[in-house]
Structures are given as structure tokens and as C-alpha cells.
């Protein structure tokens, strides 16, 4: 593995080292420690949309590890003044840095880097348009993994919300095919549901309502719904999708009594998630998070390692 | 003491034991030194409003500890993407900081953020709203303590300017109360000074002029007078404002002759001071910033021991 | 050398010591090592312009040799609220800061802030106005001389394009000067040409054309054109400057086999430069971002020195 562009194209072998190196990494990742196998290394963070926490997590990672970080956004750079982001990226090069994260809301950004960058370096996308968000996928199979075992072949898993926007969902949905999960359910308004022919849904099935999707399931990947989705006439008001597509504890009774609820975050409350549910004892949201510095960690050493 | 919101509540041996360990931590406060207490920590600077030198000053504190640091400045967090403060210091926390450094408009936000937060985390208020800014009181304590020595009570201070509007008016006012101060008097304009009932200044003296608040005087704490106050019509206009309520070299004159003058900073020189006086011998406004960092040196490692 | 503010002033002797020791850093420049003269240092960037790369390469730099490094960009800064740059400069000192990187629109601005700052301070411009962009200029001399060697007065230097208002032009002028350049020629439409009296240009030539300039060149230094000089009606259209004044490879082989092309960047790729230039076995782009940090680095630790 060059770069982690996507979780599509990853073979389950690669996928599951990946996943043992970030639990092994799990008491690293949360305070600094003298494991400083990145020291000497440079990451630098472009992110051409805003973001909080997955910054934050790439940041602490790369620290964690040693490394030496450049954090751009996307207006105090020079891409204001015309230039190139392959150019921006060969500079920082040419200033050391060899680990790129990239976001950005065109989903051919990462690859077109990939492809731009020297030898030595290496790409890792924190999110490109809907398309991708591998690091976002693997830290939610760690978090699912350490719940419900190794054997994803006996879960039932359901996605809800605005899956056709979400790049989450993609990732989600590739990483649990490779891993082999027994049934993959989509739950969400007809607008919001990925194209019939969306290949990174391939043997999903559409379930014709939240109840339908909960029922009998052992994990729940809630999706945030965005606001523009009203503006755009996707989503008739809040209101109403709380009602048709909320996780209230109600409906989440309808799935095993062990399931497990996950949220990529940032959350609307009230709107794709009540709090009852979020806050509750089903919730693995914070161990996500958690999750994602080991994940990150683990993503940033194996490709530092070359 | 678990998190630091305000000096309102501060026992006098907390307050005087806080301001003994920033004495102590004076030499380290300058240079990053051998002296690492805090390493494996976190530490999050929240900054939901614009300062360059209190952010800059926790950063430092808290790198010259030994922690890591993270920054948030309003417009880069998620906060935009409408998760709730609680949430994002929630997922800070899952990524491993337990040091929250907050300055909000809102008085109530650090201490309801310090009410959700872990068991193992703290908060530290950097200004809230008109309330309290409870590092900028201890720091200024500090200044005072180490040119007029540890008896309070042999002291007459005043603080003069827009007393009404000024955190740092009242954390000063309640530090000013714990150690014991012989006279505080206030002194401003009608409309900017304090509601007679409000507690923080309890048993401070309201002056009828600024010569008045002066005369003899052995402390002169200056406060900044905002631009919008203009707008607002509380202040007719800055020449009149300098008139009235300014420092000048003369008006000093009228304190002790080893009268010491203070401000908080960013100082609007030629409005609420004059640059003989900001400049001149009797000011101690660069050390204020000095002790700053050692001030909040003392408060992390504080609350890091827990 | 107390400041480093401008070319303008250096003598021969520093100048040639200063390339010496960024040479000799080069290795340290591109990863974090042992060597941290700097520690305990504290480097304040002070940009108040927008910046990508030299932001970071000074970063980096102070990083590398291991200082402590504060940023602080226009819009975050408390300039806002209206306090002068000296007391922002005298706060940051005030806190550990002695060493300030500063850019500004406004020439003038370094120069009054070092004439400010304590005695143990320096600052350095990071461009300033259109006067001075020091650093740059020692990167490019640096890379010069990596491939022409130490003998600057058997090489025809070409500057192209924007002259009037590069800072870039400027600075390398003066070095080349200092160098004992053997000939230095300037090549640009009438309305960039600089003032005929600009001493920063003394003893150079203005060529008649593009072509007349490149002819048989050793260095030829291509400039950014700021697409706001379309607005100000001193450039047509940017294809007519292409046409007259951008270095395509049939232009470039007009100049000497063995002749470098350098760029400041970022670049308007297709306005002042072609891809085939840019991207070609001549281009000594990159080496300069290299030699950037090199150079920053033998800067900082001279001036720490003191």
C-alpha cells in the first residue's frame, strides 16, 4: 500500500493488519508516549474544507508518533493566489513533508496528488466529496470489531440517513463487503438513497423503513443529515425526518439487545439521533472517535514504513 | 479545585498557593526547560473569540509543561457545522486531552462545559462574557504581590474604566476581596460603571473622578475602553473619554510616588492611557504579560495533578 | 548583523557566510535531528499577509533547530482590536519571543518593529511592501551558486517579468550585486519595469525584449505576475503576456544549454512560465523551496547568536 485513497480497492489481508496495528496502538494513541517511530518525519494536513475533529485526529496522531506536522486550511493558503494544489504539494516536499492529508470537497483530489507526488511520499485522504473516507471506514470496523468479534459474517448491519451524500457511507459499505458481513441494509428517504447501480452498495439491500432496517440488527451506522438537504428540497423539515428517520429508543428496542449505534459525527441532535440514544449505553460514538487517532496512527506508520 | 471558571470562589490559601507556584515557575515560564510535568497530557485551547495573547500565552504555558496543545478558533470548528460545544469537548476528550482552556462570549459556556465534561478532565475559563477571566485576576495579583509585597491589606487600589463590561474588572475585584485589600475604589463613567448590587465588587468604594480614585494611591489598574462603546452611546467620543478617564503622567502624579499602573492589554493608547504612562517607569504591563504565562503554568499543572 | 531587514546593507563577507552555513544545513533542513541549537528559543511568526510556503519553511526552520515556534496571521490577531504591532511585538517578547519573522504589506513595518523590540531581540523580514524579501534572496543565491558556482561575475543574470512591484527582484538584485554579478538584465513590459533610478537596480541593463534578454544567459529568474495587474490596467490580457513575456522552451533556448530557470512561486503556470519550463530539466524550482528552509535556518541561529 502507496496510499489510502479509498477502502475499495484494499485487499481484506492489508485491511485487518491494518486494524490489529491500530488496536495495538489503542494505549499510544491517547497520550504521548516514547514510541516515536515517525520522529524525522513530516505530515502535512490540507484540508480544503473545514473540519474539527478529523484535524485534530490526524494531528495527535502524527505527534503521537513522533512526526512533525504542517496544518494548512483552506483559505490561509496560497491556492488563493492561483496556484496549483500539485504545485502546493511538490513544495512541501521539497520542505520534507512526505505524508499528504488530503480533504477536499472534489472527490478526485486525493487521487490526483497520489498520482502527482514523488517517490517517497504518500497520500492518505481525510474525506473527498462523497466518494471516500477510508480512515473514517476502518476506525468504524475497529469499533465494530471490538464489540461484536472478528466474524463480521454474523452481523446484521444497517446504514441510515443521506447515504446517497455520504461518503461515510461508502467507505462503510466497502470495508464491510471485504470483511464479509452477512447483511448490509440502507435505510433512508428516497432522495437521499444511493443511485441503484452505486457499485460501493453492491449486495446491499433497501429496506422500506427504519423499522424494517432495525429490526433483528447488531450494529446501527447512523448518518448526520446536512442542513442544506432542506434548502435543496431533499428533505421536506427536521420535524419530519426525526419522525420517519430519528434514532429515538423506541425504535432502537427493534433491533438485539446488544446492538451497538454508531455516528460519524458532527451530530444533529434531534434531528438524525435522539439524545437518549447518543448519550446511552448502546452508543460506541466517543469509542469511535477514540478509535480513529489508533486508526490514523496505524495508517500513518504503515505507509511511513513504505 | 477541579476546574478554574472564577476567583469568586477561590479559598484564600488556594488563591495564595496558585500565586507561590507561579513565583516558582518564573524562571520556566520564559524558556522551554528540562521541567516537563505535563507530558503525556493534553491540552485544548478553545477560543470561541479572537485574543492573541491570552491564546498565545496558555499555548506557551502549556508547551513549556511538557503537554500537547491544540488549537480551536471559532470559525475553523465544527460548531459551524452545528454539533454542540459539549460535543465537540466530548470527542476532544476521546482523543485523549483532559485540559480545556475556554474564552466564550457567553458567561455561562465554561462552566456548563466543566458540568459535561469526563471525570479526569478540567476546565479553565480564558473569559467569559462580562464574568470572569480568572487567570488575567491571578496574574495581576502576582504583578502587585511582587512589588508591593504579600500585605494586601496596607493597599489602595483603583480600577478605573469600563468597569461594567469587564471580566477583568471583576475577577480583579474578587482576588483583590480574598487577599484582603485595604481600599478598592472604582471610578468611571456613569454609564460605565458597575450595577451597585453586583456582588463582585462588594465593598468597593465608587469615586466621584478620576483624581479622586488617583490620590494616593498605591496600584492603578487601567482597563481598555472598547470601540463599541462609542457606537453604543456610552461614551460620547475618545477625546472626551482621555479627557475625563484617561492616564495621563500628570494625573498619575496625584497617586503615591511609587504608584504602580496596570492594564490587561491590547491597550488603546492615547484613549484610556497615555504613552508616557504605558511606557514610563511606573508600569508594570509587561510584566503582567510575563507572569501570565507563569500564572497559567501554575493553574494546568494545578488541575493536571487533580 | 542584529536584523535582518533587507540585502541592501550586507556586506560581502556575512552574506557569503550566511550561504556557507545554510549549505552546510541542508542535511538538517529536511528532517527533524539532533541538532537543536535553538532550544529554548521561542520564534514568533508574525504574517500579516496571507502565506502558504514561507510560513511554513520558517517554520519548519525554527522547528528543526528546535525553538519553539508561536503563529500568529492577520485576522487572528488582536490588531484587530486595534493595538499597535510594537505592543503586540513587546507582549510576545514580554512572554519569551525573541526572534520575530514578519511580513507586511506595508515596507516600512519590520524596520519599525526592530527599531522597537528589547535589546535581545531580532527581526527578520519575511517581505515586506515591495522593498525586501531577504530570505529569498539568499535562497536563490544559494541555488545559484549550488550549480554556477562561486564565482558570480562569469554569469549573466536574466530577471523577468513583474519588476516594478517584486520585492523578490529586489532582494535578488542586491545580492547579486554584493555577489559581483557580471551582468545583470531586466526584462519587462514598459508599465513593470521598475523606476530608473531605483538604486535596489543599479548597474543593471533593461533589455529590449524577452528574447534580447535571454540570450546567452546563465540564471535567468522568472517573477510571479499578480492577476492584479490586469485590474490596475497594466498588463492587456494574460495570453498577450504569455506571448510577449512568458518563458515557453523555444524562449528558454535562446539562453546559454547549462542556464537555470528560477521562480519565487507560486507560480501562474501558462502566464509567466510554461509547464515544459517549469516542470523541465532546467528548472531549478524546487531546489530553492529546498534551499528555503536551509537558508531560514542559517538565519535564525545567526541572529540567535546574537
Given at each position: 500500500m502507496r496510499h489510502l485513497l479509498s477502502l475499495d480497492d484494499l485487499p481484506q489481508s492489508t485491511l485487518i493488519g491494518l486494524l490489529d496495528a491500530a488496536q495495538s496502538l489503542r494505549p499510544a494513541a491517547l497520550h504521548r508516549s516514547?514510541?516515536?517511530?515517525?520522529?524525522g518525519h513530516t505530515v502535512a494536513n490540507l484540508f480544503f474544507e473545514p473540519s474539527t475533529r478529523t484535524r485534530a485526529s490526524f494531528q495527535l496522531a502524527a505527534e503521537r508518533l513522533g512526526a512533525d506536522v504542517l496544518n494548512f486550511e483552506a483559505d490561509s493558503s496560497?491556492?488563493?493566489?492561483?496556484?496549483t494544489l500539485t504545485d502546493t504539494l511538490r513544495n512541501l516536499e521539497a520542505m520534507g513533508a512526505s505524508l499528504f492529508v488530503v480533504r477536499h470537497t472534489h472527490s478526485s483530489v486525493p487521487a490526483s496528488l497520489a498520482a502527482a507526488c514523488a517517490e517517497g511520499s504518500s497520500v492518505i485522504s481525510?474525506?473527498?466529496?462523497?466518494?471516500?473516507h477510508p480512515t473514517q471506514g476502518l476506525l468504524d470496523m475497529l469499533t465494530i470489531r471490538q464489540r461484536k468479534?472478528?466474524?463480521?459474517?454474523?452481523l446484521t448491519v444497517a446504514i441510515v440517513g443521506d447515504?446517497?451524500?455520504?461518503r461515510v457511507a461508502r467507505s462503510d459499505a466497502q470495508a464491510l463487503r471485504t470483511l464479509g458481513v452477512g447483511e448490509l441494509r440502507l435505510a433512508a428517504p428516497e432522495t437521499l438513497?444511493?443511485?441503484?447501480?452505486?457499485?460501493?452498495?453492491?449486495?446491499a439491500t433497501v429496506a422500506d423503513s427504519l423499522d424494517q432496517a432495525l429490526e433483528g440488527c447488531d450494529v446501527v451506522m447512523m448518518l448526520r443529515l446536512q442542513r442544506e438537504r432542506m434548502d435543496e428540497g431533499l428533505v421536506a423539515s427536521l420535524e419530519e425526518y426525526y419522525r420517519d428517520w430519528g434514532l429515538s429508543p423506541e425504535r432502537l428496542?427493534?433491533?438485539?439487545?446488544?446492538a451497538i449505534v454508531l455516528h460519524p459525527g458532527p451530530m444533529n441532535r434531534g434531528v438524525e439521533i435522539a439524545d437518549a440514544v447518543a448519550d446511552?449505553?448502546?452508543?460506541?460514538i466517543l469509542e469511535q472517535v477514540s478509535n480513529g487517532v489508533a486508526v490514523r496512527m496505524a495508517v500513518l506508520e504503515h505507509l511511513a514504513r513504505g
Open positions: 516514547a514510541h516515536r517511530p515517525l520522529r496560497s491556492t488563493r493566489k492561483g496556484e481525510a474525506g473527498d466529496g462523497r466518494q471516500s468479534g472478528e466474524d463480521f459474517s454474523r447515504i446517497r451524500h455520504s438513497l444511493p443511485e441503484r447501480d452505486d457499485p460501493s452498495f453492491a449486495g428496542a427493534l433491533a438485539r439487545p446488544d446511552g449505553p448502546q452508543s460506541v
